[in-house]
T-cell receptor, first 112, second 111 residues
Framework: SQKIEQNSEALNIQEGKTATLTCNYT??????LQWYRQDPGRGPVFLLL?????KEKRKERLKVTFDTTLKQSLFHITASQPADSATYLC???????????FGSGTRLSIRP | DTAVSQTPKYLVTQMGNDKSIKCEQN?????MYWYKQDSKKFLKIMFS???????INETVPNRFSPKSPDKAHLNLHINSLELGDSAVYFC??????????FGPGTRLTVT
């Protein structure tokens, strides 16, 4: 069965640096890969979606890459701020009609 | 102007009881979902409804029964609650690219 692994359970970095989170999957590549942010006690919030035929997507300080050869997506936050501290979830979907499968998340802490 | 709302936010109940969680979305989406997030933070889909019809039903015990009276509402009824049902339950709806819009969650504690 398909597995998603978000390699780091927790990541701690200095304010101003670029945070890079990793999402790896097994078996065949999904059609869509999504990233979400979840704050404690709240529901996940959608950030970015990237399709399998796209290599990179950007939104303000966020960048997502999708490498179907490595079976990996990277999520970058540039010029990180303490307010970026949260858990980030990756999710994949094999077709527009199939269910979305979530990873277990990486807890990111940005220290001032 | 809350997009996806669910009630109650907290639910504490005893084993064997029956409880319901309600969900409403005002985004005009056709598809709604129920997810369960356990203590290890794994978020797993339980059900999906498209325009009031069940389209995804993961291997969830029969004690869980979703009901969609119209496409803006998806309720979850749970019979004979067990300790293992304790979790946070999220309702969601999906946009054009299937991006999920989640509600604030209902923390269910079964004692």
């Amino acid at each position: 069965s398909q597995k998603i692994e978000q390699n780091s359970e927790a990541l701690n970095i200095q304010e101003g640096k670029t945070a890079t989170l990793t999402c790896n999957y097994t078996n065949y590549s999904p059609a869509y890969l999504q990233w979400y942010r979840q704050d404690p006690g709240r529901g996940p919030v959608f950030l970015l979606l990237i399709r399998e035929n796209e290599k990179e997507k950007r939104k303000e300080r966020l960048k997502v890459t999708f490498d179907t050869t490595l079976k990996q997506s990277l999520f970058h936050i540039t010029a990180s701020q303490p307010a970026d501290s949260a858990t980030y979830l990756c999710a994949l979907q094999y077709s527009s009609a199939s269910k979305i499968i979530f990873g277990s998340g990486t807890r990111l802490s940005i220290r001032p | 102007d809350t997009a996806v709302s669910q009630t109650p936010k907290y639910l504490v109940t005893q084993m064997g009881n029956d409880k319901s969680i309600k969900c409403e979305q005002n985004l005009g989406h056709d598809t709604m979902y129920w997810y369960k997030q356990d203590s290890k933070k794994f978020l797993k889909i339980m059900f999906s409804y498209n325009n009031k019809e069940l389209i995804i039903n993961e291997t969830v015990p029969n004690r869980f029964s979703p009901k969609s009276p119209d496409k803006a509402h998806l309720n979850l009824h749970i019979n004979s609650l067990e300790l293992g049902d304790s979790a946070v339950y999220f309702c969601a709806s999906s946009g054009r690219a299937n991006e999920q819009y989640f509600g604030p969650g209902t923390r269910l504690t079964v004692t």
